[in-house]
Nanobody, 122 residues
Framework: QVQLVESGGGSVQAGGSLRLSCAAF????????MGWFRQAPGKEREGIAA????????YYVDSVKGRFTISRDYAKNTLYLQMNSLKPEDTAMYYC???????????????WGQGTQVTVSS
């Protein structure tokens, strides 16, 4: 089993920045892909960023490209999401996710964090 614990959400004005963190505990060796999802009220949960070991391969959904950066500290078993130039439409609950070969869609995710709220005001 793997436990994912997120932190770093909050409220910010448009144009501001936040950094989310996700600490992983437990059977870390079972994790390959790690990523971030978000879910706004009334919308489906969507994968917005993911990272794979070795070579730093990453994935970003178009709506966050150039503004968000995903990174992973393997020594600390921690995943990060640096979010810059935030927009009101980024407002959502953000979830850390971990899976096997892939973790960019809900069906691929084996483990979820509890979620952290991000609210961006105009």
């Amino acid at each position: 089993q793997v436990q994912l614990v997120e932190s770093g959400g909050g409220s910010v004005q448009a144009g501001g920045s936040l950094r989310l963190s996700c600490a992983a505990f437990g059977s870390i060796n079972s994790i390959y892909c790690m990523g971030w999802f978000r879910q706004a009220p009334g919308k489906e949960r969507e994968g917005i960023a993911a990272i794979w070991p070795g070579g730093g391969n990453t994935y970003y959904v178009d709506s966050v490209k150039g503004r968000f950066t995903i990174s992973r500290d393997y020594a600390k078993n921690t995943l990060y999401l640096q979010m810059n130039s935030l927009k009101p439409e980024d407002t959502a609950m953000y979830y850390c996710a971990a899976g096997g070969p892939g973790c960019t869609v809900v069906a691929e995710v084996n483990y979820w964090g509890q979620g952290t709220q991000v609210t961006v005001s105009s």
